[in-house]
């Protein structure tokens, strides 16, 4: 989802020039287009850090590649593959509309790889518009039929983790450096976090840095945002069993670290920026996130998922969750 909607709104923003002028006048691309680069894991490294080289034919084929490419682990249909095989090894736990779902996400890529070569940007648009409708759909299908077991508690601590690391990835991408055209960059950020209509209702002003950081990183009203994920993260986690008599395990001590860092987060001053442009106690702060996330990520499949460490448990009498091998899927 998170490279279904960052593409998208750079092939909009692409659409809407009228040629490699504008591209050239437009500083908010090069921020976009990193973002985008670091999502994806696709390298291009060279174009993206020198504005002199950047063209329309670069910035349109890092789009096909950022949907279409299956060698990058990263790019879009490289994810809905990995997804699809997933859903295979749990396929007696998946409903039917569940696995249509899936299966058509498959198809939409596959299906329009064929238009490339008549209108690339047109053919990349299309298919990102209906991935994220249909990605809408199987998050309803699981919020709204799944059985609230442990095989749902960690396919939505997966989410958690992976919707933070995709609004840090796009934050540190975007906005740890000023921008002369910071307005467009703003709004682009914001429609790829889905969160544009709740700052225009809140702010009612004209898009500034600092506000656009709070609501994507500590605002805990935002469903969206970096610190909605560790608090609902947060909560999974004291559900699971815990052998250690009441004191906290190593997963609540992180998770317990990142929601401080958030809470206790100045935003004012993360948003200063230096005399080289750039924002430096932002950038320690997502890098220090983007740490300890993954760390808290690792911890817990060492912890529940892994069958090494889950005999260990069993030779000492210690519950486990019954389902926690087993949490790919569910009704």
Not at 39 to 49: D, I, R, V
Not at 184 to 199: F, K, Q, R
Not at 201 to 211: G, I, K
Request: hydrophobic share 40%.
């Amino acid at each position: 989802e998170g490279v279904a909607r960052l593409a998208r709104v750079v092939a909009a923003r692409v659409g809407e020039l009228g040629g490699q002028v504008d591209l050239d006048n437009s500083s908010e691309f090069l921020p976009l287009l990193r973002a985008l680069s670091a999502q994806t894991t696709l390298s291009y490294t060279g174009e993206l850090y020198d504005p002199a080289v950047l063209d329309l034919k670069t910035v349109t084929d890092m789009l096909v590649a950022s949907v279409f490419d299956e060698a990058g682990v990263g790019t879009l249909r490289a994810a809905l593959r990995s997804t699809l095989r997933t859903g295979r090894l749990v396929r007696d736990r998946i409903s039917t509309d569940t696995w249509r779902v899936l299966a058509a996400l498959d198809d939409e890529v596959q299906m329009h790889e064929d238009d490339l070569g008549y209108d690339s940007l047109g053919t990349v648009l299309e298919v990102l518009n209906r991935v994220v409708v249909r990605l809408a759909a199987f998050s309803g299908l699981v919020m709204e039929s799944m059985t609230r077991g442990q095989a749902w508690r960690f396919l939505d601590m997966g989410r958690r983790v992976e919707r933070a690391m995709t609004l840090l990835m796009l934050v540190r991408g975007s906005l740890t450096e000023r921008c002369s055209r910071e307005g467009p960059l703003l709004e682009s950020v914001l429609e790829m976090a889905d969160s544009a209509m709740t700052y225009r209702r809140r702010y009612l002003a004209t898009l500034q840095v600092a506000p656009v950081v709070d609501l994507l990183l500590t605002d805990e009203t935002n469903p969206r945002s970096v610190i909605y994920q560790m608090e609902a993260l947060t909560s999974h986690i004291a559900t699971l069993p815990n052998a250690l008599d009441g004191m906290r395990t190593p997963q609540q001590q992180i998770s317990l670290s990142v929601l401080t860092d958030l809470k206790l987060a100045d935003i004012d001053r993360l948003c200063v920026v230096d005399e080289h442009g750039e924002r430096p106690r932002l950038i320690a702060l997502l890098l220090d996130l983007a740490t300890q996330i993954p760390t808290l990520s690792d911890s817990l499949s060492d912890r529940y998922l892994n069958h090494t460490t889950i005999s260990r448990h069993l030779s000492h009498d210690e519950p486990v969750p019954s389902e926690a091998p087993r949490s790919g899927g569910g009704d």
